[in-house]
C-alpha cells in the first residue's frame, strides 16, 4: 500500500470529563495535540498533532461513537457507556483505558418512586434510553424512557418520571438532590474505540491500538 | 402536481440514474464473467418466496428481517428475499439434489430488508455471488475465496484486502481447552466479537483475551493463535487458514481476526470479509457453511457491489456517434457493430452536444464535434 497517499487518520476525543485524564494517556501512545488545543479560548474543532499524518476532533461523547462507527474518524476515546448505548456493529472497543471510571445506576427519591411506575412498567429519565430499556426488560419490566440530556436529578421531583438513570462517580449531585442510588446498572470507564474497516485495512490503526494496549498493560502491571 | 410528497421514494430506497445503473451493470456483469469462467453456473432465484422454506435452510437467518405478507393464493406467509445464498441452497437441496457434485452456482440480484443496519440506511442492495456445494474442505475455502478477490477485482475494487476469521472459534474452545458455562457463551462472544477486552473480563471470558491479540497481519496473527492453542484443538483450522493463504499469496493483503462474528450468522470454521480501498465497510463476506435439510456442507462468497458503485464515482464519458436526420443507415448499423454508440437525430432543432454526442456521423465518417 501506498503510504504517501493515504488521507490522514481522525482521532475522536469527548469534551469534558474523561478528556483531562485521556491526555498523559494519549502522550504515551504518541498522541500529543498541538498548542493551541489546551488553549481555552480557541473555538476550533480540529487540531493537528506532533504526527503530521493525524488530527484531533473534539466533539460530545456520543458523537465520539458516532463519527468512528461511520467510519468519518478511525480512532477514538470514549466511554463504555456511549458504546454499550448505540451498541454499533462497527464499532471496536480493544483497549480498556482503565481511566474516567463511573457507573450507571438507578436513582429515586428518597421516600421512593412516584406513584408514575407500577410493578411492571416504570418512567425513567435518561440520557441513556437502550441501555435503560435493556436493564429493565431483563427483570421483566416495561421501561418507558423519557430522552433528557442533563440535569436528570430535578426530573423525578417534578413529577416527569419515577427515577432516572444517570452516570453516577462521586454520589454527590443525587444526594443534593434528594436521590438515592438503587441499583448499579454497568461500571464504566474509558476505551479506546477503533472503526471495524479502519481496523482491518490501515496498518496505521492497528500500530495505534497496539502503542495503547502496551501502555495499558504496563500501567496495570505497575 | 401540488403535492410534493406524492413522488417520495422510502427511506432507504434511491434510483439508479444512468451513469451509477451503468456502473452497477458494468460491475455486475464483469464479476458473474469471472465466475463464470471459473466454471460457475448462474441460477435465477424468485424474488419472493414462502417464508418458511427461506427460513429454514440456514442457521441464523432472520425472517424478521423480510418483508412479509400473506399470498391471497396459498394464504401462506411469503417473504421477499434478503439473501439469495439460501434461495441456492434450497435449489441445491431440491432441483438439483440430483446434480453431480461439487456443484457450482453463481446468482446476481437485488435483495432487500424491512430494516436498514444501523450505519447504512439501504434496505435495497445488489446482491452478486457463488456457491461451491457439496464440499467446505480447505481446497474449496481457497477456490471460492481467490474467486471472492477475483471477481471483486472485475467488479472495479481496487487494493483489495481480504480478513479471515473462524466463526465457530467460541464454540470449539469452550467445548475443549477453555471451558465455559453454557450461560456464559454467549456474552463471552459478543465481547469478543466488539472487541472489548473490559467486557470480556465481567463476562467471565478472561482466558479468550489473547485471542483478541491474535489479530492483524495474517502471518503474525497466525502464529499468534499457533501459539495460544495449547490443547491442539485448533490445529486443523490453523493449518487450513494457512493453506488457504498460501492459495492467495501476493491477491490481496492478509489479515486474520479469530473472534469475528459479524455477519457471519451461519458459517462454520470457516469465514472471510472482503474490503476495498476507498469502499466504506465490507464490500463483501463469504465462508463455509452447511445447507439445512441434507445437511450437505458448502462454501461461498457474496459482494454487495453498491458500494463500489458509490465509490466509483462520475465514471469516463464515452463517445456517442450523433446520426444526422437522412443519414444511411446501413452505415450507423456498420458503425454499431465495430462498437459506435449511435444517438439518431429525431427532429429539426436538436443539439447534438448537448444530448451527449462527441461525434457526427458525415458521410460515412464519424467526425468529432
Known amino acids: 500500500m501506498n503510504t504517501a497517499a493515504q488521507p490522514p487518520l481522525t482521532f475522536a476525543i469527548p469534551k469534558g470529563r474523561i478528556l483531562e485524564e485521556a491526555l498523559p494517556v494519549m502522550a504515551r501512545a504518541g498522541v500529543v ?68 471510571h463511573c457507573r450507571l445506576s438507578v436513582a429515586e427519591p428518597v421516600g421512593g418512586a412516584a406513584p408514575v411506575d407500577s410493578y411492571s412498567h416504570v418512567r425513567v429519565a435518561t440520557k441513556y434510553p437502550n441501555l435503560t430499556r435493556r436493564h429493565f426488560e431483563r427483570q421483566g419490566v416495561q421501561a418507558e424512557c423519557v430522552k433528557l440530556n442533563g440535569a436528570m436529578e430535578i426530573a423525578p421531583s417534578l413529577g416527569l418520571c419515577g427515577r432516572i438513570v444517570d452516570l453516577v462517580s ?46 495499558a498493560q504496563a500501567r496495570e502491571a505497575a | 402536481m401540488s403535492d410534493p410528497t406524492a413522488d417520495l421514494l422510502p427511506e432507504g430506497l434511491a434510483d439508479r440514474l444512468p451513469r451509477a445503473a451503468a456502473a452497477a451493470t458494468r460491475a455486475m456483469r464483469a464479476a458473474l464473467d469471472a ?226 462474528r459479524h455477519g457471519f450468522e451461519y458459517q462454520s470454521w470457516f469465514g472471510f470479509t472482503l474490503y476495498a480501498e476507498g469502499v466504506r465497510g465490507a464490500l463483501g463476506r463469504g465462508g463455509t457453511y452447511s445447507i439445512r435439510g441434507p445437511e450437505e456442507p458448502a462454501t461461498g462468497f457474496s459482494l454487495y457491489v453498491d458500494a463500489l458503485v458509490d465509490a466509483a464515482g462520475e465514471g469516463e464519458a464515452r463517445d456517442v456517434l450523433y446520426l444526422p436526420l437522412g443519414h444511411d443507415p446501413q452505415v450507423a448499423a456498420r458503425l454499431r457493430a465495430i462498437g459506435w454508440r449511435t444517438v439518431a437525430q429525431l427532429g429539426e432543432g436538436e443539439d447534438p452536444r448537448a444530448l451527449g454526442c462527441s461525434h457526427m456521423l458525415q458521410g460515412i465518417d464519424p467526425v468529432a464535434l
Open chain 1, 33 to 100: 495535540p498541538e498548542a493551541a488545543f489546551h488553549d481555552k479560548d480557541n473555538r476550533s474543532l480540529t487540531f493537528a498533532t506532533t504526527r503530521d499524518d493525524m488530527r484531533l476532533i473534539r466533539v460530545r461523547a456520543f458523537d465520539v461513537a458516532t463519527f468512528v462507527a461511520h467510519g468519518a474518524a478511525q480512532v477514538g476515546i470514549v466511554g463504555s457507556d456511549v458504546i454499550e448505548e448505540f451498541d454499533y456493529s462497527d464499532l471496536y472497543a480493544p483497549v480498556d483505558l482503565d481511566i474516567g
Open chain 1, 170 to 215: 462521586t454520589g454527590r449531585t443525587l444526594k443534593d438532590n434528594g436521590l438515592v442510588e438503587t441499583s448499579v446498572i454497568v461500571q464504566i470507564s474509558a476505551r479506546l474505540i477503533v472503526n471495524r474497516a479502519a481496523l482491518k485495512t490501515d496498518p496505521r490503526v492497528a500500530a495505534l491500538v497496539e502503542a495503547f494496549r502496551a501502555d
Open chain 2, 35 to 260: 465466475m463464470d469462467a471459473h466454471g460457475y453456473d448462474r441460477v435465477r432465484p424468485p424474488l419472493i418466496e414462502f417464508e418458511k422454506s427461506m427460513a429454514m435452510r440456514m442457521d441464523g437467518v432472520q425472517p424478521r428481517r423480510m418483508f412479509r405478507f400473506v399470498d391471497p393464493s396459498s394464504l401462506r406467509t411469503l417473504a421477499l428475499r434478503s439473501d439469495i445464498t439460501v434461495q441456492v441452497g434450497r435449489i441445491a437441496a431440491t432441483s438439483m439434489a440430483d446434480a453431480p457434485r461439487p456443484l457450482r452456482l453463481c446468482y446476481a440480484g437485488e435483495v432487500a430488508v424491512i430494516r436498514a443496519d444501523q450505519l447504512d440506511p439501504a434496505r435495497q442492495r445488489l446482491q452478486i455471488g457463488a456457491e461451491l456445494i457439496g464440499s467446505d474442505s480447505v481446497a474449496a475455502a481457497a477456490e471460492v475465496v481467490a474467486l471472492a478477490v477475483e471477481s471483486a477485482e472485475a467488479a472495479g475494487g481496487r487494493n483489495i484486502s481480504v480478513d479471515f476469521t473462524l466463526p465457530d472459534l467460541v464454540d470449539t474452545l469452550a467445548a475443549t481447552s477453555l471451558p465455559l458455562a453454557p450461560e456464559q457463551v454467549d456474552a463471552v462472544r459478543r465481547e469478543l466479537d466488539a472487541k472489548d477486552a473490559g467486557g470480556l473480563k465481567e463476562a467471565g471470558g478472561e482466558a479468550y483475551l489473547p485471542l483478541l491479540y491474535a489479530t492483524g497481519p495474517f502471518e503474525a496473527a497466525i502464529d499468534k493463535l499457533a501459539g495460544l492453542d495449547a490443547g491442539g484443538a485448533l490445529a486443523s483450522r490453523i493449518e487450513g487458514l494457512r493453506q488457504v493463504a498460501a492459495r492467495l499469496g501476493s491477491m490481496a493483503r492478509l489479515t486474520l481476526d479469530p473472534t469475528e
